[in-house]
């Protein structure tokens, strides 16, 4: 084909093997001389056309339905300008000025586009940040070590019987929205030049907290349902009475009881000797279901390594070493969060520092120089922490020393602010000195 043609080219991606591409430009008129294509061994060729493109050839290992604007007849040789009559089915001549019209426009179109979207882009050119479900989108990776992501789809289903997909795919130069199988050729440039979606998740296995023990939660959920079951039962339960005489009615004979929905059970006797009056009833089974309930509530928590506020051994101790050992487990699992809570903040702020709008483009990659700090909510001895700070002024830096205290969030900060209260102190100190100067006095008046 020759360079002019326009070609949309979709390579789907098999097992992360295949780098997914897609790559749409704007036509150019084509002579049905240049339109045919060789089909490439897998693949089909299509022609693609409508009122703003006359003929673009498709190559694609989809196969597609023969309806508009997509038709499987190729163009005769003899068309200079060849355009798909869809009232009639057939290729005849198309308008060569109305088509450089077009192309005029959707290049104009397509610049002011680049424009309005040179920082992703809002009314006042603010680069946005959005939330997306992982219900609803997902990442897709390259299979080298430094798994790359080539791609981003976010989707949705539609109210339709038959449940289409819609949705959008992300790469690092376009995005392409598609329904179903089928993928809109006209791309959106993404000036990002990344994929503008970073994936945040706690582990490699994209579980979350209590995933892990989830069969446990279940079997905890069962064992209460049979309590739940056992306390009913023991409602519902029949009283007997047995070798018992009973008074009865003259005209039945029966006694005066509902045996059926009074659940009762009635077995009289000539006589009342060893008369027995009771409820039927299983074995009680109540310690075996508190342990059993006791002993899966332990276990989840342990997996889970979140502690059991609830738990007497550890609301007992209210020491701050004590619970910082209980918290230990969950505090472990936080830094290794923290760990790849930070590489994906770097990636997001590598994505949004690479258009030059928060940045300038000469200060792109300082996103590498970002320090993030995580303030958990922990409790912790005060008291302990202070005299740890003296012990070790004189032997750490200061900045090292206040970094011991938990209720300070920045020690250089803090340093600052104590260096500068220290100066005023001196000044406050030398102005009511005797000894000094007169310009050095301050006159209380002049202060108020």
Excluded at 116 to 122: H, R, T
Excluded at 324 to 344: D, G, I, T
Aim: aromatic share 10%; hydrophobic share 35%; charged share 25%.
């Amino acid at each position: 084909m020759a360079e002019e043609n326009k070609q949309v080219e979709a390579t789907e991606v098999v097992s992360g093997q295949e780098e997914a591409t897609k790559q749409v430009e704007v036509p150019k008129p084509v002579t049905a001389a240049e339109t045919p294509v060789e089909p490439v061994k897998g693949a089909n060729v299509y022609y693609f056309s409508n009122d703003k493109y006359y003929c673009v050839p498709i190559i694609t290992p989809y196969e597609l339905p023969n309806v508009y604007p997509i038709t499987t007849e190729a163009p005769s040789k003899d068309l200079k300008n060849p355009k798909y009559d869809w009232g009639l089915m057939k290729w005849g001549e198309g308008d060569a000025k109305n088509l450089q019209a077009q192309i005029a426009k959707v290049e104009d179109s397509v610049k002011a586009l680049t424009t309005s979207q040179a920082s992703n882009l809002d009314e006042d050119s603010q680069t946005r940040v959005t939330y997306c479900s992982p219900s609803h989108a997902f990442m897709v990776y390259d299979d080298t070590v430094n798994r790359e992501p080539l791609a981003f789809v976010r989707y949705h289903y539609d109210n339709s019987s038959d449940a289409t997909a819609k949705g959008t795919i992300y790469y690092a130069d376009a995005s392409y929205d598609f329904v179903g199988p089928a993928i809109n050729p006209e791309p959106t440039p993404n000036l990002y030049k990344l994929v503008p979606a970073v994936e945040f998740y706690e582990n490699e296995e994209r579980q979350g907290v209590f995933d892990g023990c989830i069969t446990l939660i279940n079997e905890l959920d069962r064992a209460l349902s049979q309590k739940a079951n056992q306390v009913e039962y023991f409602d519902n339960a029949y009283l007997y009475m047995l070798r018992i005489q009973l008074e009865k009615d003259r005209d039945t004979g029966q006694p005066m009881l509902d045996l059926k929905n009074d659940r009762f059970i009635y077995a009289p006797a000539d006589t009342a000797v060893n008369g027995k009056i009771g409820f039927v009833s299983k074995p009680d089974g109540d310690n075996m279901q508190e342990n059993l309930i006791n002993r899966l509530t332990e276990w989840i928590f342990q997996t889970a390594m979140i502690p059991n506020m609830n738990d007497q051994a550890f609301s007992g101790n209210s020491s701050g070493v004590a619970l910082q050992y209980k918290l230990l487990p969950m505090k472990n699992r936080a830094s290794n969060k923290e760990r790849k809570f930070v590489h994906s903040l770097r990636h997001l702020y590598q994505i949004i520092f690479s258009v030059g709008t928060v940045l300038p483009d000469s200060s792109k990659n300082k996103w590498q120089d970002l320090s993030f700090q995580f303030t958990r909510n922990m409790p912790a001895n005060i008291a302990d922490e202070v005299n740890s700070a003296v012990n070790a002024s004189g032997i750490v830096s200061k900045e090292t020393a206040l970094s011991l205290l938990s209720f300070i969030d920045d020690p250089k900060s803090e340093i600052n602010r104590m260096e500068k209260e220290k100066d005023e102190e001196m000044k406050r100190v030398s102005q009511l000195s005797p000894a000094a100067m007169d310009f050095q006095k301050v006159n209380s008046d002049d202060e108020k």
